[in-house]
């Protein structure tokens, strides 16, 4: 974590703003690890002198309690609100939801990572962890129940189709995505155990690959 040495000097220097500090230790976070984020380490960076950070936080902790604020909004509320989401039919709900996995704009696999390498050495941030998860799972759960699934079943199929996500990322597995959507029809019909409809698909891949509907062309 941040030094709780660091102090601020006399007033905001430079031309750095809350966002470029919080960005700069995100894109840090993720490519060096937290022992990078430090205050002396991305003033020098951003070109500022360290008594701007103070103006922006009250403390390295507070920078590092908005790094998973920002974590839990870009990588645990879009899952919640897809799985919430209108569907017909279960196959549409887990498209919804998989749209998250095709978009780094609704889930960043990275940034997820590194939170989660984070917190085996930082139990605070273990316990944000852990709660992210569940809520995740909780939303999965509540997704297959309310489309008839008993509910230890329900429970067992949102482990496997979430489980099954993150140790993707986990693993670190590079997959082309034409590939990938090539198999959605088998991954949606092996985690609900029915075959999604074409315009199901169709609707998937326009809006998670920006491709117009075949009706629009």
């Given at each position: ?19 470029d500090w919080l960005k ?45 604020d920002h974590w839990l ?99 670190d597995i590079k997959e ?42």
């Amino acid at each position: 974590m941040l030094s709780t040495n660091e102090q601020p000097d006399v007033g905001p220097q430079g031309s750095s703003t809350r966002e470029d500090w919080l960005k700069l230790a995100l894109e840090t976070l993720i490519r060096d690890g937290i022992d990078r984020v430090k205050v002396q380490i991305i003033a020098r960076q951003l070109n500022v002198s360290r008594s701007s950070f103070y103006w922006y936080f009250k403390s390295p902790q507070d920078l590092n309690k908005q790094m998973l604020d920002h974590w839990l909004a870009k990588n645990t509320g879009p899952i919640i609100e897809r799985s919430l989401r209108p569907a017909r039919t279960i196959t549409e709900a887990i498209l919804n939801v998989f749209e998250c996995w095709a978009n780094e704009e609704l889930f960043d696999p990275r940034l997820d990572i590194a939170v989660r390498l984070w917190a085996r050495r930082a139990p605070e941030v273990l316990s944000v962890v852990v709660t992210a998860d569940q809520q995740r799972l909780d939303a999965l759960t509540g997704m297959f129940t309310r489309h008839g699934y008993p509910a230890e079943e329900a429970l067992v199929r949102a482990r496997a189709l979430y489980f099954t996500q993150v140790g993707q990322y986990t693993l670190d597995i590079k997959e082309d995505m034409s590939l990938r959507f090539a198999r959605t029809r088998d991954f949606v019909r092996t985690f609900s155990g029915q075959t999604p409809a074409d315009a199901e698909v169709e609707r998937f891949k326009s809006v998670a690959f920006n491709e117009p509907k075949a009706s629009d062309r």
